[in-house]
């Protein structure tokens, strides 16, 4: 993946607080909501990856 600006982490983190209200265990995970979430969990993932690295 490309590196992530602040900004759309910034947007995937809200947009994560609004779709976990929409999703939940019961949830296919070929629901839209739930493949989003999924996307905006990776766009997370990498942006705190590469800026918040958790030492060892």
Same mark, same amino acid.
């Given at each position: 993946? @490309?590196?992530? @600006? ?8 809200? %947009? ?15 629901? %839209? ?7 905006? @969990? ?15």
């Amino acid at each position: 993946m @490309s590196k992530i @600006s602040k900004e759309k982490y910034e947007f995937a983190l809200a %947009r994560i607080e609004e779709l976990l209200l929409l999703v939940d265990d019961n949830t296919p995970t070929n629901d %839209r909501n739930a493949v989003e979430l999924t996307l905006m @969990s990776d766009v997370v993932i990498e942006y705190e990856k590469e800026h918040c690295p958790i030492a060892h």
